[in-house]
Every structure is written in C-alpha cells, then in structure tokens.
C-alpha cells in the first residue's frame, strides 16, 4: 500500500485537471442550479434540475449495482442513506418526503397517515388516523397497532442496533421500557407513550416538545411490523413488506431481487410510483467494475450513490457526458478521533493531526473541487441551518496547505514531540477513503506521526468502528468516514455524532465518544426551540464547541460525479435524500 500511495495521489491531481477541462464549457459555467421540477432531455447534470425522462410506462427490471452491501434491509436497523432511499420500494411510515425534486423534496406528506398529525397547543401530542386499505404482503391490514409496534423495536439495542435511536430519546428519555422482547407485562401494552385506542388511530405522548418529531417520523425506524412476522436479528434476511415490492430473494454481498407486492394498492399509497416489474440488487466489491458495468449498460445506477472513480469518471465525462450528474451531497467526509484511544485523549494530540493534515492532499485524494468536493472548514453542512464558515484551525487559509510548525507545537504540548503512532481506519470498498487515508497518512509522517491503515469490510462498520470496545482494541485513532443529515436540522445532522447520550455499544456513530455535559444540554436547548432560526444559531454554539475539541477533521462537503443510464425515466435528485437519486420515482424505458 505505501509503494503505491505517492503515484495514487498523482493520478487524482491528474484526473481533477483531465475533469476541470471537459467540465470548463458545461452547465456548471453558469446555468441555473435550482431545480424547477420541470422534464428536462438527458443530458449534463439534468437531472440536478428537474426531472429528466418523466414516464408513467410500467414493466422492465430496475438494476442497481454497488460495491457496498446495505448495513440492513431490517428498517428499525439501517442507517446507510442509500439504504434508507432504497426501503421505500419495500417500507412506509405514516409520513415520509415528497417525490419532489431538489428542495421541494424535503416537504413532508402524508404516507399511511391520512394526513399529517394533528399536534396540541402544547406540542406535545401527535395524532394520526389511517388511511383504508393499507395493506402487508399478505394481504392483512397494517394497523395503529403494527405501526407502535415496529417502532417499538428501535428499543431492542441489544439485538437489532444500528439504527437511529432519536426516538428512544424523545419518547423514553428516562431509559424505563425495555423494548418488545424483554415486556413482561402479561397484556403486553409496549411503551406508554404511544397510545393505539383503536386499529386505525395512533396517539403519541411526548414528555417534551421536539420541533422535529414528524421528520423523525418519517425515517425508515417508523416502518409497521406484524409482531408474528417479526424474526429479531433474522429479519433483515427478508423484511416482510408493506409497500409497492417484496423481496423474492436476498443473499448478503451479493445481492437481492424485488418483486412486485400484488397485496399493495396504488390507490392506498399516493407517493410511491411502481413503474418497473421488478428491481435487482448486485454487490459487486470491485468499485472501478462497477463503474464499467455501468457504463456498458449492464446495469442502470450506483446505489451506494457515492460517486465514481476516478477512471470511471473521466470515461464517463470524455464519452458519455450525458449519461453523468455532479450534484452537491449534504454529506461531509472527514476523519473522527476516539478520544478513549491514547494518544487521542490529548487534544492537543488531536490538534496535531489536524494542523498536519494538508487539506488540498485530501481534496484531490477525493476527486478534487468538481468530484470531491469544497474543502470543508467545520462538521455542519452548509444545508443546515446554523452552518457558518467557523475555520478555528486556518483549513481554508493558504489553500488548505498544512501548518507543520503549529502541528509541531501541538506536539509538544501534547507531551510527544517526536511523534507517535497511531492507526487509521478506512473503509475497503471505498476507493476514495481509502486514497484519502493514505494522503492523511503521508501528512502526518512529515511530522513524525506514524499512521498505519487498517482496510476493514465496509459492510462490517457498523460492528466494528461502530463498537467503541473493538476501536479501543485494535487501537484505531483516527477513523475515515462520512455523514450527512438524517433529517435537514442540526439534530438530524449532529447529535448522533456528538451528544454523549447517543454512544452506543454497537452501532455507534458518536465515534469520538465525546460526552459534554454542556454540549449535551445545548441540544435540548435546541431542540426545544420552534422557532428554526434561533435553533440555528444554537446549533451554531454546538458546532463551534465542537470544532474547539478538536474530535473531528473535515475534509470536504461533498460533491459526487453520478452515473445514470440512458433507460433511466423519471430521474431527479432529492434534497431530501441528500441529493441521491430518489429511487423509488424511477422507471426503466421498454
């Protein structure tokens, strides 16, 4: 790997100049970026700005093909935005996100619920009815019922983790139920806060306000569940579904096959589309195969969504330039120190790391300006907001270059003037990390900082970086990775990454493990808040707090270059899905 790091970083300079010239003359140079919602012909970054190839034709297959298998198909445990996009083929809430592109895709409607929820003067109550003819795949209806108790399974930690927890938050902050599996009481009434008086109303009894409680609604974990069909930790290997398409088959890192769910009804579900017959799933762990099985038409689209690489892309740009979208993410990709990982207990060790860092390095390990994305000075997207260009440690300052001699100070203070050792870890299967690491890497040698990289299976974070005793174990200080918002507000991007009542034993995104008391009540605060602006100007303190500690170095807020395929219809790019593709709109051209 270090044989190769210097020539690898070559080819991302080179490939970022062969990008910036073909992209010199196109959309980008000044066309409108906002999406009017209009059709538009394939072609540049169309899809970025309405829709393209709209459709009403049914049939054909739908192929998507990845390098990365999904965390979970089980939604009370995903928490992969890909995987998140792709469930509502298979999944409904009583809210979700309209099928609106760009912006007006974060507007929330209406799913199972007749509408959305009636909510009392004091913020506190949410009340939804059903609509009629909801349905499971075996026909059964979904009920008030159904839907309590798929939530209820988020309580489950210890056998189905992963996924996001805010509702264990919201609805049992004092920690008292312990969950579907573990209820001992004889009438199995479940968690006290949601009331079901009858099979087609659902009740909700926050202790506290929450301005954000319907988004959190409208996530994956509020998918209903029959309790009879529920299979615990198995049950990702075919959820049983409640929406346009069931699973016919699924094999993990290979793939899965869809098929169309005859108990479902169009006119019980206003959102979902359901164009093709069928929609297939192929893992293939070889990310530049991908890209030129994709281009070679055997397959539609990338459903990581993560963008190609660099010789996909400049094919795609030189020969296919209609074929190809470079949409801005909500995402930012950085690197995160676990504070409980000596030497990175020491802040001032972590400042090391960051003045060391050359920020253009790891920009142009990413693809650069147009396929990486902008450097990013802090951990909240620029979507968000709060979100400001607070730069406490110079990212943006000589074009990003790294600061040796203030690294070196930090050293010192730090107790290690010569350096130490330490190791990084990145995900295999993500080509850009992993040439990201070995930028970061060569940095920090430049300083006396001895990184080694560890590649783990990127199916496999979850229970790795993702448990803080395994990080503890293999020493892992640094560790690659990427987040963007689970909902568009400071608590849907930052509080599973920093409030310490998110750490959990598996399935941790708080990978610094930071616990601040006083970060921890600025969220409340927020929170709290209904008024979006002034919640943004605290979530505005907690991220300056943040940046303060030091736990996490920005690289960039993300950009991606996209493959989409000619057979494509109805494709736009969803705010809401943090600028993928919406899946569940598309269809395929006979």
């Known amino acids: 790997m270090t044989s190769t790091r210097s020539s690898r970083r070559a080819l991302a300079a080179g490939t970022a100049v062969v990008i910036a010239a073909l992209l010199s003359t196109s959309a980008c140079g000044g066309g409108d970026d906002e999406s009017d919602g209009g059709n538009r012909p394939a072609g540049f970054n169309a899809a970025t ?38 469930s509502r083929f298979y999944t409904r809430q009583l809210i979700t996100y309209d099928n609106k592109p760009g912006a007006k895709s974060t507007s929330l409607v209406p799913d199972l619920a007749t509408a959305k929820a009636e909510i009392s003067s004091d913020g506190r109550t949410y009340t939804y009815r059903l609509r009629d003819g909801i349905t499971f795949e075996d026909g059964s209806p979904i009920t008030a019922q159904d839907i309590k108790y798929g939530i209820e399974r988020i309580w489950a930690q210890d056998v189905i983790s992963g996924g ?22 004889p009438k199995k009434l479940g968690l006290k806060s949601i009331e079901t008086p009858d099979a087609k109303t659902i009740i909700f009894k926050l202790p506290k306000p929450n301005g954000d409680f319907e988004q959190i609604l409208a996530l994956p974990s509020s998918s209903p569940l029959k309790p009879d069909r529920d299979k615990a930790a198995k049950y990702a290997l075919k959820p049983f579904s409640s929406g346009p398409y069931k699973f016919e088959s699924y094999s993990p890192n290979k793939g899965a096959v869809l098929v169309r769910n005859d108990k479902w009804s169009k006119s019980s579900d206003p959102i979902r589309a359901a164009l093709p017959d069928k929609v297939t799933v192929t893992i293939n762990s070889n990310a530049d195969d991908v890209d030129k099985r994709l281009i070679k038409g055997d397959y539609d689209l990338d459903i990581n969504a993560t963008g190609m690489t660099q010789s996909g892309r400049t094919t795609a740009l030189k020969q296919h330039k209609a074929n190809v979208d470079n949409g801005t993410t909500s995402f930012i990709r950085y690197a995160v120190f676990p504070e409980k990982v000596k030497p990175m207990d020491n802040v001032h060790c972590r400042k090391a790391v960051i003045y060391a860092a050359d920020k253009k390095a790891l920009q142009t390990a990413r693809g650069g300006p147009l396929a990486g994305g902008d450097i990013a000075a802090n951990m909240l997207p620029k979507s968000i907001k709060g979100a400001d260009d607070y730069d406490p440690y110079g990212a ?78 293999k020493g892992y200080g640094i560790i690659i990775t990427g987040w963007g918002p689970d909902f568009p507000t400071g608590q849907g991007f930052s509080q599973p990454l920093v409030d310490g009542r998110f750490i959990a034993q598996s399935g941790n995104y708080n990978n610094s493990e930071l616990n601040d008391p006083a970060i921890n009540k600025l969220f409340d605060d927020a929170i709290a808040e209904t008024d979006p602006v002034k919640a943004g100007e605290i979530y505005k303190q907690i991220n300056h707090k943040v940046s303060d500690r030091a736990d996490y170095l920005p690289f960039v807020y993300e950009k991606t270059i996209t493959w989409r395929s000619s057979r494509l219809t109805n494709v736009y790019t969803a705010d809401s899905y943090n600028g993928r593709y919406d899946y569940v709109s598309l269809g395929v051209a006979k």
Do not use: H
């Open 164 to 185: 996001p927890t805010y509702l264990k938050q919201i609805l049992d902050p004092k920690g008292e139920y312990k969950g579907p599996y573990k209820d001992k009481d």
């Open 49 to 86: 700005k309405g829709v393209v190839n709209t459709s009403t034709a049914k049939g054909g297959t739908l192929k998507f093909i990845g390098s990365q298998d999904f965390d979970s198909l089980d939604p009370q445990r995903m928490y992969y935005g890909f995987a998140w996009d792709f």
């Open 396 to 473: 943006l300052q000589n074009g990003g270059a790294a600061n040796t001699a203030k690294a070196e100070e930090e050293l010192k203070a730090c107790g290690k003037p010569g350096g130490f050792s330490t190791v990084i870890s990145v995900r295999n299967n993500k080509p850009a990390e992993v040439a990201t690491a070995e930028a970061l890497q060569e940095c920090l040698g430049k300083v006396g900082i001895k990184a080694d990289v560890d590649q783990i299976d990127g199916a496999q974070s979850s229970s790795i970086t993702g448990s803080p005793s395994v990080v503890r174990k």
